[in-house]
């Protein structure tokens, strides 16, 4: 049976390797039209073409949103919104950055200000995992002899994984979400938080210390 | 700072999990559907929390100074309600003194009170009223001359 990780498509790797960083643009593909084409297009009105836009991106997006929120209903609401809003925002769009990073900007915000308002009354709604995640090397080896709590299971690590997360705050949760979950670059971080690299690296370096403080139990 | 080390291998292996999390099946397939309808509608994507009020409140939660500022000024609104609603006794006040002032009357001609014309508006506000009232020599009245 091949495994395969579901963010990706390609077989899961292991923790000592780099993450992968999605690509920023589409590949260069005869029959796909380039980001600009479908930008432009968008602007003049063509639907069609902004729901190619929504199609490549909405995976990503949608991601990024819930892992912030740990809530799916949320993430449906305001993945669903950042699109909108960009929408009607497209002539606004200069084209300084890529679509897919002005479109993260956009969610990212949102999330942001939903979540301040929201902020003493979270609520999880979690997605359940998928059939992957039992063969998953990484987690394997986590839930093994060497760790601590041995009966855990994986239902139970992700509740005690995003209870974690959602005591982060939300800068903190967001670079673990864009570099530790879906293996954004550094320089693709900043570039979406509008912060400096170096700002970037010491608030993964802080909320990595803070969530292993919070999971202990569960690590090694 | 630490650079990245094995310190968070664990930590990362267990961040691993949230990959795995999944929106229920065919999600991805109605999303963009649900995104063009709700543009085709009119939707601007501006939900409750984009709101006026609800910006406003996060501004005011975010920096307590103008939460501070804010309560401020609804006081200084408040106490100057307060005063401008008492300002017509203020008002009130220069006028009696003056009138006092200017009909004070002369050591020659003695003041008689007289205690039946000082019935009538008593309670009125209008000041000019009550000294009218109050200094009104009315012809029934004989003032009294002392000898000299």
Same mark, same amino acid.
């Given at each position: 049976? &091949?495994?395969?990780?579901?963010?990706? !498509?390609?077989?899961?790797?292991?923790? *000592?390797?780099?993450?992968?960083?999605?690509?920023?643009?589409?590949?260069?593909?005869?029959?796909?039209?380039? @980001? @600009?084409?479908?930008?432009?297009?968008?602007?003049?009105?063509?639907?069609?073409?902004?729901?190619?836009?929504?199609?490549?991106?909405?995976?990503?997006?949608?991601?990024? %949103?819930?892992?912030?929120?740990?809530?799916?209903?949320?993430?449906?609401?305001?993945?669903? @919104?950042?699109? $909108?809003?960009?929408?009607?925002?497209?002539? /606004?769009?200069?084209? !300084?950055?890529?679509?897919?990073?002005?479109?993260?900007?956009?969610?990212?915000?949102?999330? &942001?200000?939903?979540?301040?308002? =929201?902020?003493?009354?979270?609520?999880?709604?979690?997605?359940?995992?998928?059939?992957?995640?039992?063969?998953? +090397?990484?987690?394997?080896?986590?839930?093994?002899?060497?760790?601590? =709590?041995?009966?855990?299971?994986?239902? @139970?690590?992700?509740?005690?994984?995003?209870?974690?997360?959602?005591?982060?705050?939300?800068?903190?949760?967001?670079?673990?979400?864009?570099?530790?979950?879906? !293996?954004?670059?550094?320089? *693709?971080?900043?570039? &979406?938080? #509008?912060?400096? $690299? !170096?700002?970037?690296?010491?608030?993964?370096?802080?909320?990595?210390?803070?969530?292993?403080?919070?999971?202990?139990?569960?690590?090694? | 700072?630490? +650079?990245?080390?094995?310190?968070?291998?664990?930590?990362?292996?267990?961040?691993?999990?949230?990959?795995?999390?999944?929106?229920?099946?065919?999600?991805?397939?109605?999303?963009?559907?649900?995104?063009?309808?709700?543009?085709?509608?009119? #939707?601007?994507? #501006?939900?409750?929390?984009?709101?006026?009020?609800?910006?406003?409140?996060?501004? &005011?939660?975010?920096?307590?100074?103008?939460?501070?500022?804010?309560?401020?000024?609804?006081?200084?609104?408040? $106490?100057?309600?307060? %005063?401008? /609603?008492?300002?017509?006794?203020? %008002?009130?006040?220069?006028?009696?003194?003056?009138?006092? /002032?200017?009909?004070?009357?002369? +050591? *020659?001609?003695?003041?008689?009170?007289?205690?039946?014309?000082? /019935?009538?508006?008593?309670?009125?506000?209008?000041?000019?009223?009550?000294?009218?009232?109050?200094?009104?020599?009315?012809?029934?009245?004989? +003032?009294?001359?002392?000898? =000299?």
């Amino acid at each position: 049976m &091949i495994m395969t990780d579901p963010a990706t !498509g390609k077989p899961p790797r292991n923790a *000592e390797t780099p993450p992968e960083v999605p690509d920023t643009k589409p590949p260069a593909e005869a029959k796909q039209p380039a @980001e @600009e084409e479908l930008v432009q297009r968008a602007r003049r009105g063509d639907l069609r073409a902004y729901d190619e836009l929504v199609q490549r991106y909405q995976q990503r997006i949608y991601a990024t %949103v819930y892992h912030m929120t740990a809530n799916h209903e949320d993430a449906n609401d305001l993945a669903q @919104e950042a699109f $909108i809003k960009a929408y009607q925002a497209l002539k /606004t769009f200069k084209g !300084g950055s890529s679509f897919y990073t002005w479109v993260y900007r956009i969610a990212v915000n949102k999330t &942001i200000n939903f979540l301040k308002q =929201r902020r003493n009354r979270p609520q999880m709604s979690l997605n359940d995992l998928d059939l992957n995640a039992e063969h998953d +090397p990484d987690l394997v080896a986590l839930i093994s002899e060497k760790t601590p =709590r041995r009966e855990v299971n994986l239902t @139970e690590l992700q509740e005690k994984l995003n209870e974690a997360m959602m005591r982060l705050s939300e800068p903190h949760r967001l670079v673990v979400t864009l570099h530790d979950v879906q !293996g954004l670059s550094h320089e *693709e971080i900043a570039k &979406i938080m #509008d912060c400096n $690299i !170096g700002t970037v690296r010491s608030r993964l370096f802080y909320a990595r210390q803070q969530l292993q403080a919070y999971l202990s139990d569960y690590l090694k | 700072m630490k +650079p990245d080390s094995e310190d968070f291998t664990q930590l990362r292996r267990l961040l691993a999990l949230k990959r795995h999390e999944q929106p229920p099946p065919g999600y991805f397939d109605r999303f963009s559907g649900e995104v063009l309808a709700r543009i085709r509608a009119g #939707d601007t994507g #501006d939900a409750v929390e984009d709101a006026w009020f609800a910006r406003f409140w996060a501004l &005011i939660e975010a920096k307590p100074v103008f939460a501070g500022a804010f309560g401020a000024a609804l006081c200084v609104l408040l $106490i100057s309600g307060i %005063v401008n /609603t008492d300002e017509p006794d203020a %008002v009130a006040a220069p006028l009696m003194s003056e009138h006092v /002032t200017t009909a004070a009357p002369m +050591p *020659e001609q003695p003041v008689i009170l007289v205690a039946d014309q000082m /019935t009538g508006p008593d309670l009125t506000t209008n000041p000019v009223e009550s000294l009218e009232a109050l200094f009104d020599l009315s012809p029934s009245v004989q +003032p009294v001359l002392f000898g =000299r």
